[in-house]
C-alpha cells in the first residue's frame, strides 16, 4: 500500500487550501484515515480522522476551520482547510489504517503548508 499526499503550498493567513491522499494498492481494506502535523520544534499531532463509517474527529485548534472527507471509491482522503492561520503551518503527514490480516498504519510523504501572516 502507498500513500500519496498532495496540495501543501504557501498560502496567506484566512486563505483555504485543500490536501488529498490516495491510496493505492491490492487486497486491503482502509478502517480509517487521517492527517497528522508536525510543525517546527513541535510534536507530531492528529489534525483529523474519518473512519469507514464516516466517523470524524478533530484537534481541538482546527475544529471549524478544517473538514476531513473521503472519497472510498477513489481511496482518497481530503482535508479542507478554511480562515488558515500562521500557526497551522507544519508538515502535514497522511495516515491509513489497513487491514490486511491485522491493521497496520501506513504514512504517506509529508506536504509543506506554510501560511504567511
Known amino acids: 500500500v502507498q500513500l500519496q499526499a498532495s496540495g501543501g503550498g504557501l498560502v496567506q493567513s484566512g486563505w483555504s487550501l485543500r490536501l488529498s491522499c490516495a491510496a493505492s494498492g491490492s487486497g486491503f481494506t482502509i478502517k480509517a484515515m487521517g492527517w497528522y502535523r508536525q510543525a517546527p520544534g513541535k510534536q507530531h499531532e492528529l489534525v483529523a480522522i474519518?473512519?469507514?463509517?464516516?466517523?470524524?474527529n478533530y484537534a481541538d485548534s482546527v475544529k471549524g476551520r478544517f473538514t476531513i472527507s473521503r472519497d472510498n471509491a477513489k481511496n482518497t482522503v481530503y482535508l479542507q482547510m478554511n480562515s488558515l492561520k500562521p500557526e497551522d503551518t507544519a508538515v502535514y503527514y497522511c495516515?491509513?489504517?489497513?487491514?490486511?490480516?491485522?491493521?497496520?498504519?501506513?504514512w504517506g510523504q509529508g506536504t509543506e503548508l506554510t501560511v504567511s501572516s
Open positions: 495516515n491509513a489504517l489497513i487491514v490486511a490480516g491485522t491493521v497496520y498504519p501506513y
Open positions: 474519518i473512519t469507514s463509517a464516516d466517523s470524524t
